[in-house]
Structure formats: C-alpha cells, structure tokens
C-alpha cells in the first residue's frame, strides 16, 4: 500500500517512546556515553524500516537497545568499578576559590567556558566557591564558601531564635492541600 508508511511511522514512534520511557527519566544533560550511544542507535534504527520495510526487526532492535542500557546500568550500580570505566568520575575544577588549571586541561574545559557556566549558576566570582566539580554528566557540583551561601531557614531560625522545627509560618497553598479546599473564597470562574 501507499500508505503503509504512516501507520508504521506512528507505530515506530510509539514504540520508541515506551521504551525510552522504559529507559529512565534522565535528562540530555544527565546521560552518559552509553545512554546517549543508545539514543541514537534507536533513533537511526527508528529511521531504517519505513525505507527498507522491515518493521519488526526495528522494533527488536530499538527493544535489545533498551535492554542492554538497562543492563548495563544496573551493572554499574552493583560494580563500581564498571561505572568508573563506562561514566567516569567527577573531577575537581575548583578548590578553596582556585583553579585547578590541570583538571580543566584534562577535560578540556577552558577557562572562559567555565566561566560562563558559572554565570549562569548565579556565581559572580571563583572565589566565593569552596569546590566545584565538574561532573560525569557535565554539569558544575559546587559549594559556596561561607561567606558567599544564601541565607536558609536554619539561618534565619538561629538568628531570631526560634527553635529547629517550629514553623514561621504554614504555607497557604498547602492548607489547600491538607483541607481539600482553598482557605480563603475564589471566584468560581478561576478554580
């Protein structure tokens, strides 16, 4: 049939859409080398049986994928050594407010790069952070030295003296959760 093509793409894409939900909820940001290796071995598997009609061996294939990513995962959570080899490990890029100007060479992560990520966590100034890692999934870990940190609850509660535990005050949008009902009246038209 002519046709043939659009129920096997529909059928395609829900097919990889279960197993990549079978896959895990990781992020682009948060996959590893095997994860993002797998990814687009579904997705080129994916591609191949519209043109060359063979549906069900692409959808073996895509399903193997899936298994052996699981697999291999969770090898890695039994054996760490095995993640150490397929993830790697974080890498200190700053300590006590210095760059670690080796490991940035390592991972080949210039000054000016980590810089802008740095930015856009919100850190105005490498000395204000304790340690940064550059982590296997690419991201920045940080800790801000103590003088750099938001201020918290815990803080605030030391200062004014309230015991841990006590509440400054409940939160209304959870009152609604707890009573079943909004506190305070709303206009019908809005809820």
Same mark, same amino acid.
Request: aromatic share 4%; proline share 4%.
């Given at each position: 049939?002519?046709?043939?093509?659009?129920?096997?793409?529909?059928?395609?894409?829900?097919?990889?859409?279960?197993?990549?939900?079978?896959?895990?909820?990781?992020?682009? *940001?948060?996959?590893?080398?095997?994860?993002? %290796?797998?990814?687009? *071995?579904?997705?080129?598997?994916?591609?191949?049986?519209?043109?060359?009609?063979?549906?069900?061996?692409?959808?073996?294939?895509?399903?193997?994928?899936?298994?052996?990513?699981?697999?291999?995962?969770?090898?890695? %959570?039994?054996?760490?050594?095995?993640?150490?080899?397929?993830?790697?490990?974080?890498?200190?890029?700053?300590?006590?407010?210095?760059?670690?100007?080796?490991?940035?060479?390592?991972?080949?992560?210039?000054?000016?790069?980590?810089?802008?990520?740095?930015?856009?966590?919100?850190?105005?100034?490498?000395? =204000?952070?304790?340690?940064?890692?550059?982590?296997?999934?690419?991201?920045?870990?940080?800790?801000?030295?103590?003088?750099?940190?938001?201020?918290?609850?815990?803080?605030?509660?030391?200062?004014?003296?309230?015991?841990?535990?006590?509440?400054?005050?409940? *939160?209304?949008?959870?009152?609604?959760?707890?009573?079943?009902?909004?506190?305070?009246?709303? =206009?019908?038209?809005?809820?």
């Amino acid at each position: 049939m002519e046709l043939d093509w659009i129920w096997k793409s529909v059928l395609l894409a829900l097919v990889g859409m279960v197993l990549l939900r079978l896959a895990g909820r990781k992020s682009i *940001s948060q996959m590893t080398v095997a994860t993002t %290796v797998i990814m687009i *071995s579904i997705g080129t598997t994916i591609v191949q049986p519209i043109a060359n009609h063979e549906l069900w061996k692409a959808i073996g294939s895509a399903t193997l994928f899936i298994i052996c990513l699981i697999i291999l995962e969770y090898l890695q %959570v039994k054996w760490d050594g095995l993640e150490r080899v397929m993830s790697g490990r974080a890498l200190p890029i700053i300590q006590n407010g210095q760059l670690l100007t080796g490991n940035l060479r390592k991972m080949r992560l210039t000054v000016d790069h980590l810089e802008v990520r740095l930015r856009q966590l919100g850190i105005k100034n490498i000395a =204000d952070v304790k340690t940064a890692t550059l982590e296997t999934n690419g991201q920045i870990g940080y800790e801000l030295m103590e003088h750099a940190r938001p201020v918290t609850i815990g803080d605030l509660e030391r200062i004014l003296g309230i015991q841990p535990g006590m509440s400054l005050e409940t *939160s209304v949008l959870f009152q609604e959760v707890r009573q079943n009902h909004h506190p305070t009246p709303i =206009d019908p038209k809005l809820q």
